[in-house]
């Protein structure tokens, strides 16, 4: 009756029929197997604490039994579900030594090292999982070995060894349930140390993972942007701000990541998408202090999608919110005069982009704008007939900025103008 009971599923039944031979049957010759029955009908059932009692009262009773060992396993998985981890890690190394060789010893230590830690023996633990690892690299059991190896060289404070671990199991064990917390730790790890170029890949790995990258700050995701873009992988700089926006709620962390967004996708030549951005910017935080930073990408999207009239528009609204909410920021104000310059340009109107030119050289003098604005003002100068003052912005150029690229296109039209001179 036992065996049929749990042969469809009845465990509870199953073990009052063993219960019933084995303690009213004590001569039984089916005893010892209905006793081990008990044990496992009871675990099944989820009576950890009978099928621990049970278990227990096997292996004393039946010390010479070919189903000891099993019945010793059977007893640490019982203790290990009711917490009792002392007497679980007491029973295991027993196990062990009774059987180096079992089958299930990947688990064993596994459990044991589980066992020790739960029991307060944090430093033991280590023995068991390092043996697991390193005798059964490719068992199951080896990814979570190694990430609580990790998990407390990082509680302990060795902080490298810890990053080193997390690291070999995002790269040895990419099945892990533990990767997406690894790369969690392996990101604000490299992050406290400023290993930006480890960092980044991590969190690129991990963006799919909505419940872990909550637990990064926005602050590591908006710099990790900015280190994506100034390398040049501004695709890579887009994903990292659009889950930015929307994983945290702050929304001050959406409008900052919508306005480097915007930035992103102007250099991307995605300018539907970047005015959108902008607009979206302006809609949802109309107070927001970046209302020069979104007209100018409105400016740039326009200019893209050669809507100059509304580019322009864009450009003057973009410098009067500079006025009203002021610049900290002189590189984007002398930017945004720059690339006002090059639409008045482009629309023919050299005189009022000369003035721009020379507005961004003299107030807002540096490498990032100077050398452009210089040459392309020296240009203007020579279509002028301007040559003398033309070749004097030229030198200029070369003698101030020698490393600027735009200073080895001078050096070539100071050439061109000496050439022609004679």
Same mark, same amino acid.
């Given at each position: ?17 063993? *219960? ?19 044990? #496992? ?39 290990? #579900? ?15 030594? *009774? ?6 010893? +990947? ?29 059964? +690299? ?117 409008? *900052? ?34 209302? +020069? ?130």
């Amino acid at each position: 009756m036992a065996q049929i009971a749990t042969g469809s599923g009845d465990y509870e039944t199953a073990a009052a029929e063993y *219960r019933t031979v084995v303690e009213q049957y004590p001569a039984s010759r089916f005893r010892e197997k209905a006793a081990f029955g008990l044990g #496992q009908a009871e675990y099944v059932a989820g009576a950890y604490d009978r099928a621990a009692r049970a278990f227990e009262e096997f292996i004393t009773g039946y010390p010479e039994s070919p189903l000891y060992d099993e019945a010793l396993r059977w007893l640490v998985e019982s203790l290990v #579900q009711v917490g009792q981890h002392e007497e679980a890690t007491r029973r295991t190394a027993e196990l062990i030594a *009774r059987n180096p060789q079992h089958k299930d010893l +990947p688990h064993l230590l596994y459990s044991q090292g589980l066992s020790l830690y739960k029991s307060g023996r944090i430093e033991e633990m280590r023995r068991p999982l390092e043996e697991l690892l390193s005798r059964f +690299p490719r068992s199951r059991y080896a990814p979570e070995a190694l990430y609580w190896l990790a998990w407390q060289d990082d509680q302990a404070g060795n902080t490298d060894q810890a990053l080193q671990e997390f690291e070999r199991l995002v790269k040895e064990y990419p099945a892990s349930n533990h990767l997406y917390a690894a790369y969690r730790r392996l990101v604000t790890g490299y992050m406290q140390k400023q290993k930006f170029d480890q960092a980044l890949p991590m969190l690129l790995a991990m963006l799919s993972n909505t419940e872990e990258v909550k637990g990064i700050g926005p602050e590591v995701f908006f710099q990790l942007a900015i280190h994506a873009s100034d390398g040049g992988r501004h695709e890579d700089a887009v994903r990292i701000l659009a889950t930015v926006a929307q994983i945290h709620s702050d929304p001050a962390v959406e409008e *900052r990541a919508l306005v480097e967004m915007g930035r992103e996708l102007i250099l991307l030549d995605r300018w539907q998408e970047a005015l959108e951005c902008a607009e979206r910017l302006l809609s949802k935080f109309p107070q927001t202090l970046f209302v +020069p930073e979104a007209h100018w990408i409105r400016a740039k999207a326009f200019c893209g999608m050669d809507r100059l009239d509304e580019a322009a528009k864009a450009f003057d609204e973009s410098l009067q919110a500079l006025v009203n909410v002021g610049s900290t920021d002189r590189f984007f104000e002398a930017t945004v005069h720059l690339d006002r310059g090059k639409l008045l340009e482009a629309r023919g109107l050299i005189q009022e982009a000369l003035k721009e030119y020379l507005y961004v050289d003299i107030l807002f003098p540096g490498p990032k704008t100077s050398p452009e604005a210089i040459l392309r003002g020296a240009d203007i100068q020579k279509r002028l007939g301007k040559e003398k003052e033309a070749r004097d912005m030229l030198e200029r150029l070369v003698q101030t900025y020698p490393d600027a690229p735009e200073a080895q296109q001078a050096r070539l039209r100071l050439r061109d103008l000496l050439s022609q001179a004679e």
